[in-house]
Each structure stands twice: as structure tokens, then as C-alpha cells.
């Protein structure tokens, strides 16, 4: 499974930026879909889940802030990210798990990272 995950740029500080990340590949369900960061000299953090029945799991410091959500025809993950910080400042990297039912086995896929930097 190959994650293409794109939206990332420059926002100044309070701004709004959206990632998304779309899964492809052949014959496999995704169970949870979900975005973390991690920002240079740091370790990389959850930042928000979503999992295949819509429950949501954020990281403290972006909750009421940032939104996860999905849609599942089109096997794509979003992040809305509102009132941004200068330490939400990383490279965000989108995770998707799931089955690959060629093989019937779980697969655990990371996109390649897209990178938010926030002004103040």
C-alpha cells in the first residue's frame, strides 16, 4: 500500500493549513488512518487517529485545534489544522494500517512526509 500525502507549506502563526493522504494499491481494508510529526531534534508524536468506525484519538497539544477525518471511498486521511502555533512546526507523516488481503496479513504503511512550518 503507497500513501501520497500533500497540503503542507508556510502558515503564520493562527493560520489554517489541510493535509491529506490518499492510500493505493491493490486489494486491501484500512482499519486506522492517521497523521504524526516530528520536528527536528525531536521525537516523532501522535498527532490525531481516526479509526475505521469514525472514533477520533488527538494528542493534547493540537486538540480543538486540529480535525482528522476521512473518507473511505476514496481511502484518503485529512488533517484541518486551524490557529497554528510556531511549534506545530515538523514534518508531518501520514500512517495507515490495515489488511492486505493478497497476502492476508496486516500492513503498516508511512507516507514519505510533508512539511508544515509555522511563522509567529
Known amino acids: 500500500v503507497q500513501l501520497q500525502a500533500s497540503g503542507g507549506g508556510l502558515a503564520q502563526g493562527g493560520g489554517s493549513l489541510r493535509l491529506s493522504c490518499a492510500a493505493s494499491g491493490n486489494r486491501f481494508s484500512i482499519t486506522s488512518m492517521g497523521w504524526y510529526r516530528q520536528a527536528p531534534g525531536k521525537q516523532r508524536e501522535l498527532v490525531a487517529t481516526i479509526s475505521s468506525d469514525g472514533s477520533t484519538d488527538y494528542a493534547g497539544t493540537v486538540k480543538g485545534r486540529f480535525t482528522v477525518s476521512r473518507d473511505n471511498a476514496k481511502n484518503t486521511v485529512y488533517l484541518q489544522m486551524n490557529n497554528l502555533k510556531p511549534e506545530d512546526t515538523a514534518r508531518y507523516l501520514c500512517?495507515?494500517?490495515?489488511?492486505?488481503?493478497?497476502?492476508?496479513?496486516?500492513?503498516?504503511?508511512w507516507g514519505q512526509g510533508t512539511l508544515v512550518t509555522v511563522s509567529s
Open positions: 500512517n495507515v494500517r490495515g489488511i492486505d488481503h493478497r497476502w492476508t496479513r496486516s500492513f503498516d504503511s
